[in-house]
């Protein structure tokens, strides 16, 4: 047997395997799902609704912000405030804020400003300003891209009343009016990201959180020092809600609401850098997972089964195992979409997800070969072990 033979049977035992893995993939995340929908009624909105503080950090204008701020001041809940906080005064982000609020004067706002950060993630340093002034114990921190109906608050508050939960995570649905690009981007949001998140829920609960949408204690926030020794990191969410599992002790619940993620980037060179920078992120913040996540994707081991087995004589074998790969991806966005984040958009193209898949794979691959530096509203970082942040000058 040559060298070339050895080769050419390596690289096919290695597509199988590939094909196995992410269809067992699969199964886990249709049994994740079932999961998911049975704990929708552990955790409805009920009687318990304690007055909260909804922070926001601001950093310039975004496409449809002042629709997304708006939704959070329609809220169905008896007593709320809302916090923004932005670098200067005469920030966009908080002149949006300003307009949005003089329409609803009944919603206890208020603006504020924390200069330029002192910490790696300025980010976390406008949470920590908003949280020293926040009136109530529960606070909810979102992005600003992000939307909500009219229950949210009650219903991600709901978990609270249990006093060993520290904090209630959401997942999300990606919105986006742009074109190919953003809308790959997007179902990337509502499928690969939802699958991962609700695997890693039902075999080990969640030890993690998802920046969209975050409710904690004050006094847990307290436990891990405030937010400043979570400002060292890229992954602030991640890092936070894994503290609050390990270090302060307390349940993370992944809520059964979810929340609107608004894609910003239309253009292909954004969202390509955009997603990739989280790729990257994601390898130092969890390295040996995002090793393992490399045997989730399903079509680049159809796309490698069919090139070996092409090669070899075996074609028609090749292109069943890439049509076998393109059906599962199909049918796993159609499940995610209709049964957990009700994504009509990715529901009506979920014929493009076997292209995200490959997408994802190929982030993942460069996420071992690109550079370490990444930018985040307009600052440029480098990211170090454990997923923390050096500031760059430039």
């Given at each position: 047997?040559?060298?070339?033979?050895?080769?050419?049977l390596?690289?096919g035992?290695f597509?199988?395997?590939?094909?196995?893995?992410?269809?067992?993939?699969?199964?886990?995340?249709?049994?994740?799902?079932?999961?998911?929908?049975?704990?929708?009624?552990?955790?409805?909105?009920?009687?318990?609704?304690?007055?909260v503080?909804?922070l926001?950090?601001?950093?310039?204008?975004?496409?449809?912000?002042?629709?997304?701020?708006?939704?959070?001041?329609?809220?169905?809940?008896?007593?709320?405030?809302?916090?923004?906080?932005?670098r200067?005064?005469?920030?966009?982000?908080?002149?949006?804020?300003?307009?949005?609020?003089?329409?609803?004067?009944?919603?206890?706002?208020?603006?504020?400003?924390?200069?330029?950060?002192?910490?790696?993630?300025?980010?976390?340093f406008?949470?920590?300003?908003?949280r020293?002034?926040?009136?109530?114990?529960?606070l909810?921190?979102?992005?600003?891209?992000?939307?909500?109906?009219?229950d949210?608050?009650?219903?991600?508050?709901?978990?609270?009343?249990?006093?060993?939960?520290?904090?209630?995570?959401?997942?999300?649905?990606?919105?986006?009016?742009?074109?190919?690009?953003?809308?790959?981007?997007?179902?990337?949001?509502?499928?690969?990201?939802?699958s991962?998140?609700l695997?890693?829920?039902?075999?080990?609960?969640?030890?993690?959180?998802?920046?969209?949408?975050?409710?904690?204690?004050?006094?847990?926030?307290e436990?891990?020092?405030?937010?400043?020794?979570i400002?060292?990191?890229?992954?602030?969410?991640?890092?936070?809600?894994?503290?609050?599992?390990?270090?302060?002790?307390?349940?993370?619940?992944?809520?059964?609401?979810?929340?609107?993620?608004h894609?910003?980037?239309?253009?292909?060179?954004?969202?390509?850098?955009?997603?990739?920078?989280?790729?990257?992120?994601?390898?130092?913040?969890r390295?040996?997972?995002?090793?393992?996540?490399?045997?989730?994707?399903?079509?680049?081991?159809?796309?490698?089964?069919?090139?070996?087995?092409?090669?070899?004589?075996?074609?028609?074998?090749?292109?069943?195992?890439?049509?076998?790969?393109?059906?599962?991806?199909?049918?796993?966005c159609?499940?995610?979409?209709?049964?957990?984040?009700?994504?009509?958009?990715?529901?009506?193209?979920?014929?493009?997800?076997?292209?995200?898949?490959?997408?994802?794979?190929?982030?993942?691959?460069?996420?071992?070969?690109g550079?370490?530096?990444?930018?985040?509203?307009?600052?440029l970082y480098?990211?170090?072990?454990?997923?923390?942040?050096?500031?760059?000058?430039?």
């Open positions: 047997m040559t060298f070339g033979h050895i080769v050419s390596a690289l035992a597509a199988v395997f590939g094909v196995v893995t992410s269809t067992v993939y699969s199964l886990l995340v249709a049994l994740a799902v079932n999961d998911f929908r049975r704990a929708a009624s552990k955790h409805a909105p009920g009687s318990f609704r304690p007055p503080s909804v926001k950090a601001l950093h310039g204008d975004e496409p449809d912000l002042e629709q997304n701020l708006a939704s959070f001041f329609v809220q169905d809940y008896p007593e709320y405030e809302i916090l923004f906080c932005a200067h005064s005469n920030d966009l982000g908080l002149e949006a804020a300003r307009r949005v609020a003089a329409r609803f004067p009944n919603v206890n706002a208020r603006i504020l400003t924390c200069g330029e950060p002192p910490w790696p993630n300025a980010r976390t406008s949470f920590e300003i908003m020293r002034e926040a009136k109530y114990p529960i909810v921190t979102n992005d600003s891209d992000v939307r909500v109906g009219p949210y608050l009650a219903s991600v508050v709901a978990p609270l009343a249990d006093p060993n939960v520290g904090m209630v995570t959401c997942l999300y649905r990606g919105v986006t009016r742009h074109g190919l690009w953003a809308q790959l981007e997007a179902m990337g949001m509502s499928i690969e990201m939802t991962g998140v695997v890693a829920n039902m075999v080990e609960g969640m030890k993690f959180a998802l920046g969209p949408s975050m409710v904690m204690r004050q006094s847990t926030v436990k891990i020092g405030g937010f400043e020794p400002s060292h990191y890229y992954a602030d969410d991640f890092v936070l809600g894994n503290w609050t599992a390990l270090k302060a002790r307390q349940k993370v619940v992944l809520s059964t609401y979810i929340v609107e993620h894609v910003l980037n239309g253009a292909f060179k954004k969202s390509i850098a955009h997603q990739q920078g989280w790729a990257t992120s994601t390898r130092f913040s390295p040996a997972g995002h090793v393992g996540e490399l045997l989730t994707y399903a079509v680049p081991f159809g796309l490698l089964a069919l090139a070996v087995l092409g090669s070899t004589g075996h074609l028609l074998l090749g292109l069943a195992l890439l049509a076998f790969t393109l059906l599962d991806r199909v049918l796993l159609l499940l995610v979409a209709s049964s957990v984040v009700k994504d009509g958009s990715a529901l009506r193209k979920a014929w493009l997800y076997p292209l995200r898949d490959f997408m994802g794979f190929c982030f993942w691959v460069r996420s071992y070969s550079s370490r530096r990444t930018r985040y509203r307009g600052d480098e990211l170090l072990p454990e997923g923390r942040l050096r500031k760059l000058a430039e």
